[in-house]
């Protein structure tokens, strides 16, 4: 069972201390630093670590030893962002039991549940040595969030509750306050998420590609050199934390990135201001470096059944498996594979897009019986069978039974193979009439012919697809594939172009009813099924919801944030969860599915078994990869 996260919010009215644990300064030098502390060009490790560092969790783990290169493989230049992931720096963050705690901050205040006062430690500095203070928040929130030419749109929709935006406040140089006057159960899980709320930016570089602090012809100057538009351009591609693209861009990770793009190599450097430390008082990570190599996405799995990967899950999948497990039995790679948990609503599910911008395909997409009987027309034993030995869950969209809101009744809704029950609501909707091929005919005519727009990234998609499209001519409808890329996949999702895509479900099917319930309602551009209402709740452009259920859907995700009591958080996520199954937003296909994790064997405190989770969990980042070492020094 995975653990319950930590109540942060339902103490009304009593004051809540967020601390993370401390340790004194270490007592030795990091060896890889040594020479640039012997020849003065960096400060001792005394001089280089908080007052009070953050001490990280060693339950089940050892202390280790310095050094090494850590290799990962990866498919595209974009996937550098991934370090930002595993890295797993957050001002707050979840431990190993999903429990939030501070991080890089040393402790958060909370009021109420409304006043957040946030308190970093002191002596805390960037990735270059230049001090991390509150200027880093108020440069981010006066001169980028509400600034017209970085922030068109105001804050970012995280830091909304509702319409209204926070009162922010510098108390002093290692203090801010943000204060809503209602409580706000969103703020600090958006800190710690994978993709997480970025309240600061190093004001000390970012200062010289912003207008307000650098004159017009230096300006001009670097945004030709850098050939970039304007400084708009220039600022937000300077300013990326997340995508870690920019290597001059001061960090608050374990390691940042050296290479710039393109390039097929990427070398990532250990932080000798990182924030961490061990029982012993040694400061993180053990590691000193980290390569990232591109190949081919079906090169991945081979590659790494080889020995040419340290750590990897990415791009690993199920049928993976027996191959890794022989080349660890056979000795042909120094490695262990070992099966994680996952935790997504599904492994794979089908969105109907019910903002698609044809107005036909758009009516039946969003006609419920329509969608019912898609999901009925999934034979999910057969793809469990097939493609995952038996070992998944035939399950449609939901929470996992892991989860303390799983109900065995919601996970089957819709779920369970019924030809004729398929049938019957097809004729339902008037799609009685078929061509000669036995393809039902949609009301303008043209045959029922459905194109899932994938985003092209394992042939696992496709082998799930390549069986739905036998299913779903037993009623009469016809399945085609387009295999694109991720970003295409989503543009068309947008522009509403695309009518159904395939993706992974739910993001997290291990909810507590503390855990925002943002997935089930419109509130994300980037939601698959209905991006244009998202668009809207994020931006208010797009469109509103215009369904009943959608919008009960949105009054319940707005009325769960100003909700204190855990009981009534909980009958509002049962309801969301009813709602969202029995309309089959998404048409969860298979879910539990295992995930391989492949590991050097001298690579320690590697988890024998773990979540495996975008959020909450950030995949490896939860486990902190700045714990791992190397037995052999390697």
């Known amino acids: 069972m995975i653990g319950q996260p930590l109540n942060l919010l339902s103490r009304l009215l009593l004051p809540l201390l967020l601390f993370s644990s401390t340790t004194a300064h270490a007592a030795t030098e990091v060896p890889y630093l040594e020479a640039a502390v012997a020849n003065k060009t960096l400060p001792p490790v005394s001089e280089r670590l908080p007052e009070t560092p953050s001490q990280a969790h060693f339950l089940g783990k050892t202390t280790g030893k310095y050094g090494g290169r850590m290799r990962m493989l990866m498919a595209k230049a974009k996937d550098v962002r ?44 960037w990735s270059d040595g230049q001090p991390f203070t509150s200027e880093d928040f108020r440069f981010y929130w006066e001169d980028v969030a509400n600034n017209e030419d970085l922030s068109p749109f105001g804050p970012p929709v995280a830091l909304k509750l509702g319409d209204e935006l926070p009162k922010f406040s510098v108390i002093d140089e290692q203090t801010v306050r943000y204060e809503w006057s209602k409580p706000n159960h969103y703020f600090l899980p958006s800190l710690a998420a994978p993709s997480p709320l970025y309240l600061y930016r190093p004001a000390h570089y970012l200062k010289q590609f912003h207008k307000k602090y650098t004159s017009a012809e230096e300006l001009a100057a670097a945004v030709k050199t850098s050939n970039k538009k304007n400084w708009r351009k220039l600022f937000l591609r300077s300013a990326d934390h997340y995508k870690f693209t920019n290597p001059e861009l001061p960090t608050l990770q374990p390691w ?6 393109p ?20 400061q993180l990570p053990y590691i000193d470096e980290v390569e990232i190599n591109l190949a081919s996405n079906s090169l991945i799995p081979a590659k790494a059944g080889a020995g040419e990967s340290d750590l990897q899950a990415r791009y690993i999948r199920m049928d993976n498996y027996p191959f890794l497990k022989e080349a660890q039995k056979s000795g042909t790679a120094d490695i262990n594979v070992n099966l994680w948990q996952t935790a997504r609503g599904s492994h794979i599910a089908l969105f109907p897009n019910l903002t698609s911008a044809d107005p036909v395909w758009r009516k039946l997409l969003r006609d419920v019986r329509f969608r019912r009987a898609l999901s009925m027309s999934i034979d999910r034993d057969e793809i ?20 303390p809101l799983y109900d065995e009744k919601r996970s089957t809704l819709w779920a369970s193979t019924d030809y004729d029950q398929a049938n019957k609501l097809l004729d339902e909707i008037s799609l009685t009439k078929r061509d000669n091929r036995g393809i039902r005919l949609m009301p303008d005519g043209e045959p029922l012919e459905i194109l899932v727009q994938s985003a092209g990234e394992s042939t696992e998609e496709s082998d799930v697809l390549e069986l739905i499209t036998d299913s779903w001519k037993k009623v009469g409808i016809q399945l085609y594939t387009k295999a694109t890329q991720r970003e295409v996949l989503r543009n068309r999702v947008f522009s509403g172009e695309a009518h159904m895509s395939i993706f992974f479900g739910l993001p997290n099917g291990i909810p507590t009813a503390e855990m925002s319930p943002a997935q089930l309602a419109p509130v994300q551009q980037d939601q698959l099924q209905w991006s244009q209402w998202g668009r809207h709740y994020e931006t208010g452009e797009g469109d509103a919801p215009d369904l009943p259920e959608a919008q009960r859907l949105l009054e319940l995700f707005t009325q769960w944030g100003g909700t204190v009591e855990f009981e009534e958080k909980t009958k509002i996520w049962q ?28 690579l320690q405190n590697v988890p024998e078994t773990g979540v495996f989770n975008w959020d909450p969990g950030s995949f490896f980042g939860v486990y902190r990869p700045d714990t791992f070492w190397f037995a052999n020094g390697k």
Not at 91 to 115: P, Q
Not at 256 to 261: D, G, Q
Not at 387 to 401: E, H, K, N, V
Not at 590 to 601: A, E, N, T
């Open 384 to 403: 469990n069978q097939s493609i995952y030995f038996g070992l998944a869950l035939a399950t449609g969209d939901t929470a996992l039974p892991q989860s």
């Open 263 to 282: 390039s097929e190599r990427f070398i990532f450097k250990r932080n000798p201001y990182f924030h961490r430390v061990d029982p012993e008082g040694n």
């Open 256 to 261: 940042f990135n050296t290479t710039a793009s």
């Open 575 to 602: 309801e969301m969860l009813d709602i969202y199954a029995d309309q089959v937003y998404s048409i969860g296909i298979i879910s539990g599915v295992k995930q391989p994790v492949i590991s050097h064997k001298t």
């Open 82 to 125: 991934m370090m930002t992931v595993y890295g797993y720096a957050r001002l707050v963050g979840s431990n190993e039991d999903f429990r939030l705690e501070a991080d890089i901050l040393k402790s958060v205040n909370i009021k109420e549940g409304r006043i957040f006062t946030l308190t970093l430690r002191k002596g805390h500095k």
